[in-house]
């Protein structure tokens, strides 16, 4: 099949508004009689229930969560990117756009990524509407702040509780409409499969988390916005429960996986501290802005921070780039991060952290300032390391953050299974190979508040549907092939618990698959994750029932899943000769260790199709143009 | 560290439950009370037996999944804590500790220690929002909200509906939770439109899930891992008392 990314023409400022006048639309009266499937309630999927169900459409809302409100998105902290322009600095549509495509390292798609920036400033007015309580300077106007990879101060947020705020908005939409009759929310349910009858997406199969009873529910198109994929890695900023399990079932049923070597190290988090420990926290990027990160110049200097004076610190983001400084996107800083500890210059018993240092903002603000503006971060850095910040530098380290792979969509944000759309981060679509910050929660309210309530229509317009009954074979065979998933695991009857398969997955994805990749490590890699699949199809033990809430059983479906996208992941940052963004291939890098693209060769976005058990995935490229970004080498010196 | 357990195990709904005993061994002080859960769960299961079901997601005290009694206090023995924040440095090596579900009438068990706060939910759907459908807003920066009227609401909406407050509560009363929505939605010009109907069909949830009366004993506010005060309850008595006048 050929990739059709339905990508509009003409002046890329006019594509969006263009392509809405050419969209189909659906008679008010006819509305009720379409019901859109959406799994996931996080910004993306809350946001987009509570818009189709306004306009008419009869929504099914579904979560692993008890819920809507408890989905990952709530962990955001740091802030949501929109060019609104209000502190007069030089923003605009254009140049959040041109930040964007950048900032991706010129491996995303320019309508798509024009698209954002252009409703970006609607989502902060739709968000202030719902009574999003945002920071406000003294005169009641919105306050806003600086992120990495931006020179400018484009970032609204709510203390360090962005994500929460949002999440919440988006909540009380859904829950208005929930009470209004327009959605349905299913609650503990999570999907395990998909239902494709004549090659369109018409349903899910879900299994109560409660009862472990399964059952199908169908519509006339599914929405995933189901989230990342970062615990793939085991520990990662990611909430525990956040899996991937949603899109590999799309996979598995024919749609892509874009772009799954495209992930994100964050720079700022809690190091790791023992075995014992069951995610890692990250420490806002914002705190990048006044914090100044540094290591002793001298390799191993055993003397506590404050004893370190100034001309003994290397503050070397600082010094290699001195125009971003400690604002270099997180790609660099956290390749940098690791460049120093692995030279031997990282802090802290296990040398692998460098410090982030409050000193100077607290002198130049005070103390107070500093905890308005940060409070709740150095709260939580003190309770889990039992250091306390004000006082003493914090010490960090990169860990897995975001995905910015997913499942491929169109313009449309549809995938190549018609009627499977995705939204969030579960797509592909904006950030290229690298995203900015505070750029994912933008994304994911631009693709629930305003781009699928205008695509998902014009699909159904199109559309002429075949009745699908509940008891035809298709439909039914595809609850009985999970109920056979399930017995399967629960019928090893091994001796491991699949905490050690994933601890073993996370280990290699992270150590051969994390921050620098290598043609050999890679394929060791590759090699390691196909004997942990044998190795856990043998030896799984799963205790329990699967007639009950089971949260084994929950695990060791989704680690499965993780592992077959383990492979894929690796496969795809094998195939990738360059560096770009989050990937960086230790073979191709410039002489001061900068990446190096090779815009010849892979400038695509790269579409995997499954094949078939057993089978190596087929790749399909979805080229790139650029017709107003002119791929440079980024530069943040 | 080392420490004796006492976790209440109850299969579903309709079992009675019981206190079972368990030992956790070799447990760092800088893991959480969740963490340590984690080790004796693997524990079992390399036993063959049924692990501990519990809630939890974020595991930094954000998501309001997680929630334990520990040692009769709701989220522990401390304040302004979510369960899976507290570490257990803070406990003696060799303490013995009582871990239990939430109990609230209207938070039914469901397993070992997970219940069932849809209640709290439904609360929501009942008033908690803005009327304002997608693609209503007006420009944001048209209407202000002075630094001092945002940074109140945002101390209210920083909820994040755990229902520790109802745990907590001699009366297991909602009334910190829906103050905490009510509060920041009246102090708010956006939410200022459906201010009387809000409190009203909110309150009217409240009293229909079965929660109790509040009584103005501040358990909850001690407890409440966000540290939301009671003032946001003295804001809705307000506002409930002007509905119930009519005037506006
Ligand atoms: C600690 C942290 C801080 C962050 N800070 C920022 C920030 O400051 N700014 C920013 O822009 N971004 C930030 N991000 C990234 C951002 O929060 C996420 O990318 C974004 O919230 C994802 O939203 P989503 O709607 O796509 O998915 P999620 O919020 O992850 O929601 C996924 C939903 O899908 C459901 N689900 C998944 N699978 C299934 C299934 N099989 N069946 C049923 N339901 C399912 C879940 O229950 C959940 O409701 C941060 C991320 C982390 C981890
Ligand atoms: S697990 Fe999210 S608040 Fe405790």
Not at chain 1, 436 to 457: C, R, W
Not at chain 2, 221 to 240: D, F, M, Q, T, W
């Amino acid at each position: 099949m050929k990739l059709d990314p339905k990508v509009p023409s003409g002046p890329i400022e006019k594509r969006w508004s263009q392509r809405k006048f050419d969209m189909k639309l659906v008679n008010p009266s006819n509305r009720r009689k379409y019901t859109v499937i959406i799994v996931g309630t996080g910004l993306a999927g809350s946001a987009a229930a509570a818009t189709l169900a306004e306009q008419g459409y009869k929504v099914e809302s579904f979560s692993f969560h008890e819920s809507p409100r408890r989905a990952h998105s709530i962990a955001a902290q740091g802030g949501i990117n929109a060019a609104k322009n209000y502190v007069y600095d030089g923003d605009s549509v254009f140049r959040l756009f041109h930040d964007t495509v950048k900032g991706g390292d010129y491996r995303a798609r320019e309508s798509n990524v024009y698209r954002l920036a252009e409703v970006s400033g609607n989502i902060i007015d739709q968000c202030a509407a719902q009574g999003v309580p945002f920071a406000r300077e003294y005169g009641g106007s919105l306050d806003t702040r600086s992120f990495g990879g931006a020179q400018l101060s484009r970032t609204f947020y709510a203390r360090g509780q962005t994500g929460q705020q949002l999440l919440l908005g988006a909540y009380s939409a859904l829950s208005r409409n929930i009470r209004a009759g327009g959605v349905t929310f299913h609650g503990r349910k999570e999907m395990v499969d998909l239902v494709v009858v004549d090659g369109r997406a018409r349903g899910i199969v879900v299994r109560d988390l409660v009862t472990g009873e399964l059952s199908t529910h169908l519509g006339h198109a599914v929405i995933l916005a189901t989230g990342g994929y970062g615990n793939v890695f085991y520990l990662s900023t990611n909430a525990l429960a956040s899996n991937a399990s949603a899109i590999m079932k799309a996979w598995r049923k024919g749609a892509y996986l874009a772009n799954p070597c495209y992930t994100q190290i964050h720079p700022t988090c809690i190091p790791v501290a023992g075995d014992y420990q069951s995610k890692l926290t990250l420490m806002s990027e914002s705190l990048r802005n006044d914090g100044r990160i540094w290591v002793p110049r001298k390799g191993g200097d055993a003397r506590s921070p404050d004893r370190i004076p100034e001309e003994d610190r290397d503050y070397y983001l600082e010094r290699l780039y001195p125009s971003f400084g400690n604002l270099v996107p997180r790609d660099v800083a956290s390749r940098r991060a690791k460049e120093m500890c692995d030279n031997g210059f990282g802090v802290g018993k296990t040398g692998r952290a460098v410090y982030l240092d409050f000193a100077e903002a607290i002198g130049r603000m005070g103390r107070e300032e500093m905890q308005e503006k940060y409070g709740n971060l150095m709260d939580m850095y003190q309770e889990i390391t039992d250091e306390d910040p004000y006082k003493v530098p914090m010490r960090i380290y990169p860990a897995m953050h975001y995905t910015m792979g997913g499942l491929w969509v169109d313009y449309q944000l549809q995938s190549t299974i018609p009627g499977l759309f995705v939204a969030g981060e579960a797509n592909f679509s904006d950030h290229g190979a690298n995203r900015l910050g505070a750029s994912a929660l933008m994304q994911g309210l631009a693709d629930g508040y305003f781009v699928l309530p205008a695509t998902i229509p014009d699909y159904l317009a199109r559309t002429k549907f075949e009745s699908v009954k509940a008891d035809a074979s298709e439909v039914t065979r595809v609850a009985e092939d999970a109920k056979l998933g399930i017995e399967k695991l629960m019928s090893v009857n091994g001796t491991t618990p699949v905490d050690a398969f994933h601890r073993r997955l996370g280990h290699v994805m992270w150590e051969k698959v994390g921050m620098a990749r290598e043609k050999k490590d890679l394929e060791e890699a590759i090699e390691e994750i196909r004997r942990i699949r044998k190795d856990l199809w043998k030896d799984l033990k799963v205790t329990g029932s699967a007639d009950d809430l089971n949260a084994e059983i929950e695990r060791a479906a989704r680690v499965a899943d993780f592992i077959d996208l383990g492979e894929l992941l690796a496969s795809d940052a094998l195939h990738r000769e360059e560096s770009c963004g989050g990937h960086f291939r230790v073979e191709h890098q410039t002489a001061e260790g900068e990446a190096k693209r090779d815009d010849e060769a892979f400038s695509y976005a790269a579409a995997w199709q499954y094949k078939g058990e057993g089978q190596a995935p087929e790749l399909h490229k979805d080229e790139l143009a650029f017709e107003y970004e002119i791929p440079t080498s980024r530069n943040y010196k | 560290m080392d420490f004796k357990l006492k976790i209440w195990r109850q299969r579903d709904a309709a079992d009675a439950g019981r206190f079972e005993n368990y030992v956790a061994k070799g447990i760092s002080p800088d893991a959480s009370v969740l963490e340590m859960l984690d080790v004796i769960n693997r524990e079992l299961v390399a036993a063959g037996k049924d692990p501990i079901a519990f809630d939890h997601d974020c595991r930094e005290g954000i998501c309001g999944s997680c929630g334990l009694v520990i040692n009769g206090g709701v989220h522990g023995p401390f304040e302004h804590n979510t369960t899976c924040e507290l570490r257990m440095r803070r406990f003696h090596d060799g303490d013995t500790i009582v871990l239990e579900p939430f109990r609230s009438r209207a938070f039914p068990i469901i397993k070992d220690l997970v219940v069932n706060r849809t209640a709290l939910d439904r609360i929501m759907q009942a008033g908690g929002y803005v009327t304002v459908k997608t693609g209503q807003a007006p420009e944001a920066n048209a209407i202000p909200v002075p630094k001092k009227i945002a940074d109140e609401a945002m101390d209210a909406a920083q909820c994040i509906g755990c229902g520790a407050c109802v745990a907590t509560c001699p009366n297991g009363s909602a009334m910190l939770f829906v103050a905490a929505k009510v509060s920041q939605l009246a102090l708010l010009p956006q939410g200022k439109a459906e201010r009387k109907e809000r409190v009203i069909a909110m309150i009217r949830q409240m009293d229909k899930e079965g929660f109790g009366a509040c009584s103005n004993t501040y358990a909850c506010e001690a407890k409440c891992p966000k540290g939301i005060s009671v003032e946001h309850i003295a804001r809705l008595n307000r506002e409930y008392l002007r509905a119930g006048f009519g005037s506006k």
